[in-house]
């Protein structure tokens, strides 16, 4: 298949974003791919998008943004560590305008490259939770994009609508490396099964109906 159009993909290294990655090689798209560091607790999630992009040989850059840390520290779990992960969702999971910050470096890159796409994995199950995976949002912020850099930027998700066990389904189509991806808030050897990422990420291989190759220290 010849090469659709230039895309760059977020990819945190977790399953939706891997999936995506996957899903716009196989569209055509010549993918490169960007990771950010902006302080999170998971930096093993950072070795699994490098794992990701090698299996896809696309270009990867790692984004260092360890300095929103600082801005972080008080507003959510899953950067400032004296604050408690929850097992379930409450607003401190929330890493505020996360994407919005992410999509304005990944614009910036499309535009450097000539690249017309950025791609993120939101999905459906977290867009009552999370007002920057909403599909207004990312219209809104294609809007923008095209008003800041003058070209017909695309910005999307493929996952717009769909659940997560959707995607471990089309992660499953695509060949998608599973057990190299990282859900896990926590930082460690294996995914820690108990944190609201990893109980969300059984869950969607249980209701998708196939076997579950991560390791998981509790649960």
């Known amino acids: 298949m010849g090469v659709l159009s230039v895309a760059v993909v977020i990819l945190s290294g977790g399953l939706d974003s891997s999936t995506a990655a996957y899903w716009a090689h196989s569209q055509g798209y010549g993918v490169h791919c960007l990771t950010f560091k902006y302080g999170q607790r998971a930096q093993r999630e950072v070795e699994a998008a490098r794992q990701i992009a090698g299996s896809l040989g696309v270009p990867h850059k790692v984004v260092d943004l360890a300095s929103l840390e600082d801005i972080y520290r008080g507003a959510t779990s899953l950067v400032d560590q004296t604050l408690e992960v929850s097992k379930e969702f409450t607003p ?3 890493v505020p305008f996360r994407n919005g910050v992410f999509l304005s ?4 890159y499309a535009d450097s490259i000539g690249a017309n796409t950025v791609i993120y994995g939101a999905h459906g199950d977290d867009e009552p939770f999370y007002p920057d995976c909403r599909e207004e949002f990312y219209r809104a912020f294609q809007e923008a994009a ?5 070209r017909e930027l695309e910005v999307f998700s493929p996952w717009r609508g769909l659940g997560k066990a959707d995607i471990v389904a089309r992660a499953l189509e695509l060949g998608v490396p599973l057990e190299k991806t990282w859900s896990c808030y926590l930082e460690g050897p294996i995914h820690c099964g108990v944190c609201e990422s990893c109980v969300n990420r059984r869950k969607a291989f249980q209701a998708a109906g196939v076997a579950d190759p991560t390791e998981y220290a509790s649960g």
Do not use: E
Request: hydrophobic share 60%.
């Open 92 to 94: 401190n999971l929330i």
């Open 105 to 108: 470096v990944a614009v910036a």
């Open 146 to 150: 095209r008003l800041g850099t003058g």
